[in-house]
DNA sequence: TAAACTCGACAACATGGTTGACGAAACAGT
DNA sequence: ACTGTTTCGTCAACCATGTTGTCGAGTTTA
């Protein structure tokens, strides 16, 4: 047969390269926190600490920020809560609500991951060139759908 | 300050490119697949089905190819086969195993998958480019660990 | 003031993992 | 040929992360 007819690669591998890059980085994320004092951080929780962010937010908006429901959302906080990276503050202004803000703890984390992943990143770039990894970001940006980055990573491959 | 010493992007926009972009295949590949008749197949499925093969597997096989203990596979397995994609043969040659085989159905899925990952690759190329997408693909199989996927996709993050 | 909405919490459950234990079958060494 | 070790599948208990439904309390709106 024509090889015009096959790709040169089978189309399931790009996705296993992606995840593989993706999840790549990500270990190297948690291998470098967990020698910098944050051996119990998992990526699930990274996530939804960006979600709070240092403005902090409530048990509800990072339930929408995340995808997830806001009951799964209140059960993350207080795992987050239980290891001292987030502390909840009953808000002056609205009886209902209770702000979950960054504990130092977890500003650190945060700010040692941004930290990381700029290492990573200039590793990456020197390995492939510092044109080409920013043309494959730009050629990664052309594919996905713009509308926002969805940072629900876990769950999302269950049910 | 000198912009040299800033990314032009933060380190932690690429990681979430290449989430998102996989999480895009696979999400469209689970539309299709739905569109398709199966639509009851779930991503962690899918890598499961995949560890399987055409050729078969034991539980403790699948295990072993995707990173999870037997216990684990076997649970996937049960619920695969509850599905009618699998089911457990005795192996006439040594009592212990049940190979794992998929029914026509779970070949019927694999191979609309394969299908569907084709076609997604070809519409990637028209989008960025041929000569591009297998550039990314070379540039993301350097800072990848040789030593074969992982697959073990779910999971992975909790725990 | 009354109705509607939002917040956080509780309960029950599904899914995809873990470790530990254990009987049955296969294998290896004396 | 027996015995000890390994492997296989399964059971049980548990954890983490989701889900839906409910509900009281507080806020907003008509």
Do not use: C, N
């Given at each position: 047969m024509p090889e015009s007819s096959e790709p040169a690669t089978p189309g399931f591998v790009l996705p296993l390269l992606l995840f593989a890059s993706f999840r790549t980085m990500i270990d190297r994320l948690h291998a470098e926190l967990a020698e910098q004092g944050h051996p119990d951080v998992r990526p699930a929780h990274g996530f939804a600490l960006q979600a709070i962010g240092l403005d902090g937010a409530t048990a509800s908006e990072i339930g929408r920020r995340l995808g997830i429901s806001k009951q799964a959302a209140g059960k993350t906080v207080d795992?987050?809560?239980?290891?001292?990276?987030?502390?909840?503050v009953d808000d002056a202004e609205d009886g209902r609500r209770k702000l979950i803000r960054l504990t130092p703890?977890?500003?650190?984390?945060?700010?040692?991951?941004?930290?990381?992943?700029?290492?990573?990143?200039?590793?990456?770039?020197?390995?492939?060139?510092?044109?080409?990894?920013?043309?494959?970001?730009?050629?990664?940006?052309?594919?996905?759908?713009?509308?926002?980055?969805?940072?629900?990573?876990?769950?999302w491959l269950g049910t």
């Amino acid at each position: 047969m024509p090889e015009s007819s096959e790709p040169a690669t089978p189309g399931f591998v790009l996705p296993l390269l992606l995840f593989a890059s993706f999840r790549t980085m990500i270990d190297r994320l948690h291998a470098e926190l967990a020698e910098q004092g944050h051996p119990d951080v998992r990526p699930a929780h990274g996530f939804a600490l960006q979600a709070i962010g240092l403005d902090g937010a409530t048990a509800s908006e990072i339930g929408r920020r995340l995808g997830i429901s806001k009951q799964a959302a209140g059960k993350t906080v207080d795992r987050l809560a239980a290891m001292g990276y987030v502390a909840r503050v009953d808000d002056a202004e609205d009886g209902r609500r209770k702000l979950i803000r960054l504990t130092p703890r977890g500003i650190d984390v945060l700010a040692r991951s941004a930290l990381i992943f700029d290492e990573l990143h200039a590793e990456w770039a020197s390995t492939i060139g510092e044109r080409r990894l920013a043309d494959m970001e730009t050629a990664l940006r052309s594919v996905v759908p713009t509308d926002g980055f969805r940072l629900d990573v876990p769950g999302w491959l269950g049910t």
